[in-house]
C-alpha cells in the first residue's frame, strides 16, 4: 500500500521552530517530487513548498519563503519541512503528498499520494 505518514505538528509560540517529517512507502519514492501543503479551518489547502527529485531543488510559497526549508533522504525515503519563526498565521494541518512531475507543481491536482496530515498549531 502507498503511504506517506507526516508527523511533527504540535502546539507552539510565536517564533518557534518545528521540523515536519513525512516518510513514503509503497512507491518508487526516488521517482516522485515531494510537495507540503496546509489547509487552516475554512479555508482552502494552500502550497507550501516542493522539493524535486531530480536535483532536490526547491520552491516555496510567498508566505513562507524564508522562514522554511525543505530536505529529502531518499535512503530513508523521508522529506522533512524545517519550519522557523513560526507565526499564528501558520497554524493548520500540514500535509505532503508526492508528485510524479519533475517541474513543480502547485496544485493539489497534480499529485498522485497524499498523507493524512499532521496539526501545527502557532499560539500568539
Not at 530513508?76 to 497554524?91: A, G
Request: charged share 20%; net charge neutral; proline share 2%.
Amino acid at each position: 500500500d502507498v503511504q506517506l505518514q507526516a508527523s511533527g505538528g504540535g502546539l507552539v509560540q510565536t517564533g518557534d521552530s518545528l521540523r515536519l517529517s513525512c516518510v513514503a512507502s509503497g512507491f518508487t519514492f526516488d521517482d516522485y517530487a515531494i510537495g507540503w501543503f496546509r489547509q487552516a479551518p475554512g479555508k482552502e489547502r494552500e502550497f507550501v513548498g516542493w522539493i524535486s527529485y531530480r536535483d532536490r531543488s526547491t520552491r516555496y510559497g510567498d508566505s513562507v519563503k524564508g522562514r522554511f526549508a525543505i530536505s529529502r533522504d531518499n535512503a530513508k525515503s523521508t522529506v522533512y519541512l524545517q519550519m522557523n519563526s513560526l507565526k499564528p498565521e501558520d497554524t493548520g494541518v500540514y500535509y505532503c503528498a508526492a508528485s510524479p512531475w519533475y517541474q513543480l507543481k502547485t496544485g493539489t491536482s497534480e499529485y498522485d499520494y497524499w498523507g493524512q496530515g499532521t496539526q501545527v498549531t502557532v499560539s500568539s
